[in-house]
């Protein structure tokens, strides 16, 4: 492969690898799993491994969009307490992660 071929080569592979990464950076569904796993570990720092596993463990980040965090609990009795109890706590966590961020829990679809 001559030097011209191999350069056009080695920019067309930067030039993907760019737009790979770019497009993963605006990814809502990875936004939420990095701001998931950091409010998720001050809420164990601040609750205690007891209640994080009782109300946390089981949570699963959806999507973060337009500063709002989405999360799914397992139950319906479960998003009900987190939001009654926990909602708050949350909400201040995530403000505090650097942006005006707001967290909502809710459960799975009944099948």
């Known amino acids: 492969m001559d030097q011209f071929?191999?350069?056009e080569l080695r920019h067309l592979?930067?030039?993907?690898?760019?737009?790979?990464?770019?497009r993963t950076i605006d990814n809502p569904v990875i936004k939420a799993q990095e701001s998931?796993?950091?409010?998720?570990?001050?809420?164990l720092d601040i609750l205690g491994p007891e209640v994080h596993t009782q109300?946390?463990?089981?949570?699963?980040?959806?999507v973060l969009k337009?500063?709002?965090l989405i999360v799914q609990t397992k139950t319906e009795f479960a998003s009900q307490?987190?939001?009654?109890?926990?909602?708050?706590?949350?909400?201040?966590l995530m403000?505090?992660?650097g942006k005006k961020k707001n967290c909502f829990f809710i459960s799975k679809k009944a099948a």
């Open 95 to 97: 403000k505090a992660q």
């Open 55 to 62: 109300w946390f463990r089981d949570i699963t980040p959806l």
């Open 81 to 92: 307490w987190i939001n009654t109890y926990y909602q708050d706590l949350a909400s201040a």
């Open 66 to 68: 337009n500063n709002i």
């Open 36 to 43: 998931w796993d950091l409010l998720n570990d001050q809420l």
């Open 13 to 22: 592979l930067h030039k993907k690898l760019e737009n790979t990464f770019l």
């Open 5 to 7: 071929a191999n350069s």
